[in-house]
């Protein structure tokens, strides 16, 4: 009933305010406002579903600050790291994929127990794992991007086993994208960073095809 009430009650702020931002203090306390304030606020969304059958609600988060903590703790590009989450998941924190990855960077559950990560899809600690993860490939293979980023997508026994980049053309195609995407992301296409900030908060969970 809690989150029932906060929707409605949010649904009829926007209604009257015509928008509304918040953000959450260090102490996890929700703040509000029909107008934003500064950066730290981001725009909350909210609409029916299916006939005014159920609510849902979407909170447009940024992820630079997530990415930036990451990137600066385990020193690995910050639009690169953009560039892996769109590939990956496309922003989604709920994307699941046909073989069992989960979240943003889609993190094997495997890869996540081995990294103690608790909760795969909360969009921080996603993003710190994998991250961590991808800073251990870059080590083992002494800073080699490329080889890094196959690792990520098809293990790193695969790449052990061929010496370099797999022939798959699902490696190749990550590998290709990921770069591609990072050169969007430093600058080619400025505007392209508003797009890359989307949650939707649903109660099931999306399965990539």
């Known amino acids: 009933m809690r989150v029932i009430g906060l929707v409605l009650a949010l649904s009829a702020f926007k209604l009257y305010a015509g928008g509304l931002y918040f953000y959450v ?94 909760d795969p899809w909360h969009p921080r600690d996603n993003i710190l794992a994998g991250v961590a993860y991808f800073r251990a490939l870059l080590d083992k293979y002494s800073g080699d991007e490329k080889l890094a980023l196959a690792a990520y997508n098809a293990g790193p026994s695969t790449v052990d086993k061929y010496g370099g980049i797999p022939p798959y053309p699902e490696t190749k195609s990550y590998v290709k994208k990921v770069r591609e995407n990072r050169d969007l992301y430093a600058g080619k296409w400025p505007d392209n960073r508003r797009y890359r900030s989307k949650v939707i908060i649903i109660s099931e969970r999306v399965v990539k095809k």
């Open 25 to 118: 203090d260090e102490k996890g306390i929700y703040h509000f406002s029909d107008v934003r304030r500064d950066e730290k606020f981001n725009k909350v969304i909210i609409w029916s579903d299916k006939g005014n059958q159920s609510m849902k609600v979407d909170l447009t988060i940024n992820f630079d600050e997530y990415i930036r903590q990451a990137c600066k703790l385990y020193d690995v590009e910050e639009d690169l790291v953009h560039a892996m989450i769109k590939v990956e998941s496309n922003y989604d924190p709920n994307a699941v994929s046909r073989k069992g990855a989960q979240g943003l960077m889609q993190i094997m559950p495997g890869t996540a127990a081995q990294l103690r990560l608790i």
